[in-house]
């Protein structure tokens, strides 16, 4: 079982929908949770920490987190053709504290 | 103030060749990385340091060395390179373990 396991996509969505990514974790100590968006051939940028179970919200995006089911997901409103990229979920495992990437979810946001 | 920087750019080289990949960072942050990404492998991490004077292996650190010169420079070495070694190399850095990560532009690496 990979640690950070997301599904790779392509997800289509209709501009203006919402894009749900989803993200689970096999570290169930695991305290640090990131979502990344990188454009190809960029750098990954930071969209979204959290830290506590529940919901955060940040503009159009919402990040969910369930320590319990040991899953996170972040949730993209009003989806534009801009938010065409390739979203990276990150957790921070218990003990050596190392960030573990997953290997990303395409997304389409199509006009 | 420009965040990570990374040089450098695009580098191609023969089997066997050295190189030395250099990044700094202007944030004052304690702890910095190397990664390699791969198409369909997502980010993996080569080496780690997370304080001045302090370097850890990551996932998949064989054929790569690593020195923290000073708090805002760390560099990756490869000795001999080899063609499994072509990727894409990203630097970053944090302030501490458990906190948000701030990216170079990368390095684009091709050996033939």
């Known amino acids: 079982q990979k640690e950070v396991e997301q599904n790779s996509g392509p997800l289509s969505v209709p501009e203006g929908a919402i894009a749900s990514l989803n993200c689970t974790y096999s570290?169930?100590?695991?305290?640090?949770f990131f979502w990344y968006r990188q454009y190809s051939g960029k750098s990954p940028e930071l969209i979204m920490s959290?830290?506590?179970?529940g919901d955060k919200e940040d503009g159009r995006f919402t990040a969910q987190l369930n320590k319990a089911s040991q899953y996170v997901s972040l949730l993209i409103r009003d989806s534009q053709p801009s938010d065409s990229a390739t979203y990276l979920c990150?957790?921070?495992?218990?003990?050596?504290?190392?960030?573990?990437f997953g290997t990303g979810t395409r997304l389409k946001v199509l006009a | 103030n420009a965040g990570v920087t990374q040089t450098p750019k695009f580098q191609v080289l023969k089997t066997g060749q050295s190189m030395t990949l250099q990044c700094a960072q202007d944030?004052?942050?304690?702890?910095m990385y190397w990664y390699r990404q791969d198409p369909g492998m997502g980010l993996r991490l080569i080496y780690y340091?997370?304080?001045?004077?302090?370097?850890d292996k990551g996932e998949v650190p064989n054929g790569y060395n690593v020195s923290r010169l000073n708090k805002r420079e760390f560099s990756l070495r490869l000795e001999s390179a080899a063609p499994s070694q072509t990727s894409v190399y990203f630097c970053?850095?944090?302030?501490?373990?458990?906190?948000?990560?701030?990216f170079g532009p990368g390095t684009r690496l091709l050996v033939l």
């Open positions: 970053a850095s944090s302030q501490g373990a458990q906190e948000t990560q701030y």
């Open positions: 570290d169930r100590g695991s305290q640090s």
């Open positions: 959290i830290y506590s179970n």
């Open positions: 990150a957790v921070v495992t218990s003990g050596t504290y190392k960030y573990i």
């Open positions: 944030m004052n942050h304690n702890s």
């Open positions: 340091s997370a304080s001045e004077g302090t370097t």
